[in-house]
């Protein structure tokens, strides 16, 4: 079993509409949890950074974390085409953003 | 644009061989990570460097191998490749590990072994 789970998609959706992406893991052992996006061809670029349980907020994003489950989500509010791209969730012990460990990620179509 | 760099951006290798590739970070930065990113699957780590000694490694066998250079730019090498060594090859790199600084990722190298 995989230390974190993601389903991989594809996921299609119109324009506008709100987007839930989730990954599920193993290791209670994490307390920091990201997500990135990736468009093909490029290096993965953090869109949300969350410590331990709670919401998190930065525009039309909004991570969610659990730990009592061992469940992330993001959502994605009034997705745009641009948006189109694979969502990669990642967690790391302390300290933050070393040895990530990484979901398969989800590829996102938003069509127009 | 990250500021890391990576080259070359694609490579292609035959069974057997050798190949180096090297990452350029930020400025500033002393923490360079590694990946491995098959297709279709998220990245996984391989090692990481600080200050010039390895911090810390993956599940990867020692054919894989690093270094990190005073300027703090670094190599991955990797010998005997096999077929499954196909993947973009992901660098990372931080300002300072202690400080649970963002991590930046260049764009990745591309090798595909024949």
């Known amino acids: 079993q995989k230390e974190v789970e993601q389903d991989p998609g594809p996921l299609s959706v119109p324009e506008g509409a709100i987007v839930s992406l989730n990954c599920t893991y193993s290791?209670?052992?994490?307390?920091?949890f990201m997500w990135y996006r990736q468009y093909s061809r490029k290096g993965p670029e953090l869109l949300m950074y969350t410590y331990s349980s709670g919401n998190k907020e930065d525009g039309r994003f909004t991570a969610q974390v659990d730990k009592s489950s061992k469940y992330i989500s993001l959502f994605i509010r009034d997705s745009q085409p641009s948006d189109s791209a694979t969502y990669l969730c990642a967690m790391s012990q302390s300290p933050a953003f070393q040895k990530l460990v990484f979901g398969t990620g989800t590829r996102l179509l938003v069509s127009p | 644009e990250t500021g890391v760099t990576q080259s070359p951006t694609h490579l292609i290798k035959t069974r057997g061989q050798q190949v180096t590739l090297r990452c350029s970070s930020q400025?500033?930065?002393?923490?360079v990570s590694w990946y491995q990113q098959a297709l279709g699957q998220g990245p996984q780590f391989i090692f990481q460097?600080?200050?010039?000694?390895?911090?810390g490694r993956g599940n990867f066998p020692p054919r894989f191998s690093g270094l990190q250079f005073p300027n703090y730019s670094s190599e991955l090498n990797v010998n005997a490749l096999e077929l499954d060594d196909s993947a973009l090859y992901l660098c990372?790199?931080?300002?300072?590990?202690?400080?649970?600084?963002?991590?930046?990722f260049g764009q990745g190298t591309r090798l595909t072994v024949v």
């Open positions: 990372a790199s931080s300002l300072d590990m202690g400080y649970n600084t963002e991590a930046f």
């Open positions: 460097y600080y200050r010039e000694e390895e911090n």
């Open positions: 290791n209670s052992a994490f307390q920091y």
């Open positions: 400025s500033g930065h002393n923490t």
